[in-house]
């Protein structure tokens, strides 16, 4: 079945360290997206990427870093520069930018620090 | 600069009623979309509903209809004969040209259906 995978489902980071989160869509679409979300709150953007290796900041991109060398993957590295990472991370990929494209999403991956 | 306003925190409903989630938007862009996502306690966000600016007729999907008054910048959510499965946090969203077309997150409303 087409769809968005993220992994881990949950992760761990000591303090200092760099981790990576993976988001790989078999969709065929050529956008995607990494949000953030804090409890009780909406979603906030980090980076999304509209072709292969092009990628832009989003509103909360600071401590954050994405690469972008094959369409189907986008992985999210959450840098020991990010002092507030705990939170629950959700990848999404559209066909398209546009304002009429809807956004589809994995299940989220969850960062906690140790 | 875009901005979705939901401003129900939390609601509850009996199961097989109707209920309307609000969601009122500012733009100044003439073409933009509004989209509905659902999040189930599990995380996921699931993709409801659908609503140009230029469509004349209100989008259904289902047991999802959208109430779309664009004079008044609404764009609220209808569920018909809720189930308890539709428990969960419900998402306004909107993408417009000229904000890059990124979508812009309200901040959710928690639906709770009573059996």
């Known amino acids: 079945d087409g769809g968005i995978t993220q992994s881990p489902k949950y992760l761990f980071r000591k303090e200092g360290q760099n981790v990576t989160l993976s988001c790989e869509q078999n969709l065929n679409h050529d956008a995607m997206y990494w949000y953030r979300q804090d409890p009780g709150q909406g979603l906030r953007l980090i980076y999304y990427s509209q072709i292969v290796n092009d990628f832009q900041k989003g509103d909360i991109a600071e401590g954050y870093s994405v690469s972008r060398e094959k369409k189907e993957s986008f992985p999210l590295t959450v840098t020991s520069a990010q002092k507030n990472p705990t939170a629950f991370y959700l990848c999404?990929?559209?066909?398209?930018?546009?304002?009429?494209?809807?956004?589809?999403f994995g299940d989220g991956t969850r960062l906690s620090i140790l | 600069a875009q901005k979705i306003t939901q401003t129900q925190p939390g609601m509850f409903v009996q199961e097989k009623e109707a209920v309307t989630l609000d969601c009122t938007y500012d733009?100044?862009?003439?073409?933009?979309?509004l989209f509905w996502y659902k999040q189930p306690s599990s995380g996921e966000m699931i993709f409801l509903i659908y609503?140009?600016?230029?469509?004349?007729q209100n989008a259904t999907e289902g047991r999802y209809s959208l109430n779309f008054q664009k004079a008044r910048k609404s764009a609220n959510l209808v569920i018909s004969a809720s189930q308890l499965g539709d428990s969960a946090m419900y998402f306004c969203?909107?993408?417009?040209?000229?904000?890059?077309?990124?979508?812009?997150f309200g901040g959710g409303t928690r639906l709770m259906v009573k059996p």
């Open positions: 609503q140009g600016s230029y469509d004349e």
């Open positions: 969203a909107m993408a417009s040209n000229n904000a890059g077309n990124m979508l812009t």
């Open positions: 999404a990929s559209s066909l398209r930018t546009g304002p009429n494209q809807p956004q589809h």
């Open positions: 733009t100044s862009d003439q073409s933009y979309g």
